[in-house]
């Protein structure tokens, strides 16, 4: 009866939320506003669907646009972009958000710092040196059998390392993307912002090839659950570039702590990780992020259009003004900072790759 009851409610939302969706008036041709809402809702976990359904039938038209700009820019675009500053974000139009910030700021927590050499050797060990994916061993593991497949592992966050590392200026921004983690994902409140713990935790990381690593940070490739305990789905969006390395992809994945003094890979993480990636491909945000992206790794020069159509505000809020690489009559050169390093303009295995720097 529980459970027939929690579907009736469930189904109540869901026609609440598309019932005020289909009422929203688009600002123009390229306004998705209520596309975008009802992905986000669609992939959501259950409490945080009912918080934002909540958000949603509150809003107003105007304040539904903003409230989509402060999902994709507080939520996806940090999940997506590791740069040299914390992509602008749209302040929500929702009650309390402003409070919940606060709350971050005053509470004593600081970048990451854990030693990254211990990390990697306490991810191997309760991976069983290997790729947890793809099965591959590391290619460093001496008792590793000789007769397979063998290469250099990489510890990948599965929350981006990105969101623990941060610079004095930008706490606020870090603190509301956090708020924005909490608000739709509220068990992950657990994990982070405590005593002894930070992003490095261990069981946000595990050992991947070079080549999954990358897509995993792409969001091309996700873990999904299954009704089996353990046992996941690896689910490969068309914008997975490392072709060849499908035939290394099982369809399972068992995730487990082949070392029981190690804690196993988080599961309520990898579920905020599919989450993310569900809604960047299935609304299409994914690509727009991506395509900027690619511009920039090939330079750049041509990114700011000569008409005039540009959105620069899209551009800035994605990246650091230093990586733009723009004519001197569209935007003057970046005021330059001796005292920060410089970020290549390049976005390799943007979610949770070593940060790229270049020297000065």
């Not at 305990?229 to 082949?258: A, C, L, T, W």
């Not at 230093?322 to 290549?344: G, M, Q, W, Y």
């Not at 390049?346 to 020297?359: I, K, R």
């Amino acid at each position: 009866m529980a459970s027939s009851s929690s579907s009736e409610r469930s189904a109540s939302t869901a026609a609440r939320v598309t019932a005020r969706l289909d009422k929203y008036q688009p600002r123009g041709d390229d306004d998705d506003t209520a596309h975008f809402l009802q992905v986000v809702y669609t992939y959501l976990p259950v409490d945080g669907r009912n918080i934002l359904a909540s958000n949603i039938v509150s809003l107003n038209d105007t304040e539904l646009f903003q409230f989509q700009k402060h999902i994709e820019t507080a939520l996806l675009r940090p999940m997506k972009v590791v740069g040299g500053k914390t992509p602008a974000i749209e302040p929500s139009p929702c009650s309390g958000v402003s409070d919940s910030v606060e709350d971050l700021l005053s509470e004593d927590y600081s970048s990451s710092n854990r030693r990254q050499s211990q990390l990697r050797r306490s991810c191997l060990s309760r991976d069983n040196h290997r790729c947890v994916i793809t099965g591959m061993w590391d290619s460093d593991y001496k008792d590793r059998p000789a007769d397979e497949n063998a290469t250099s592992l990489e510890a990948a966050h599965i929350v981006p390392f990105g969101l623990g590392t941060f610079r004095d200026g930008e706490r606020r921004s870090n603190a509301t993307i956090w708020q924005c983690i909490y608000r739709y994902f509220p068990v992950v409140r657990r994990f982070f912002h405590q005593p002894e713990e930070d992003i490095n935790r261990l069981d946000n990381v595990m050992m991947l090839n070079p080549m999954i690593h990358k897509e995993f940070g792409r969001f091309a490739l996700i873990l999904e659950e299954t009704d089996i305990s353990d046992r996941y789905r690896p689910k490969i969006f068309p914008n997975f570039k490392e072709g060849y390395m499908r035939i290394h992809i099982p369809q399972f994945v068992i995730i487990e702590s082949h070392d029981a003094n190690q804690p196993a890979i988080n599961k309520d993480l990898l579920a905020l990780h599919a989450a993310v990636g569900n809604i960047l491909h299935a609304s299409g945000r994914g690509e727009a992020i991506e395509q900027i992206l690619e511009y920039m790794e090939e330079g750049g020069g041509d990114i700011i259009a000569r008409d005039g159509s540009t959105n620069i505000e899209e551009l800035l809020s994605l990246t650091s003004l230093s990586l733009l690489a723009t004519n001197s009559t569209h935007l003057a050169p970046p005021v330059e900072d001796k005292n920060i390093r410089k970020f290549k303009a390049g976005f390799s295995g943007a979610e949770n790759a070593p940060l790229n720097f270049a020297n000065q």
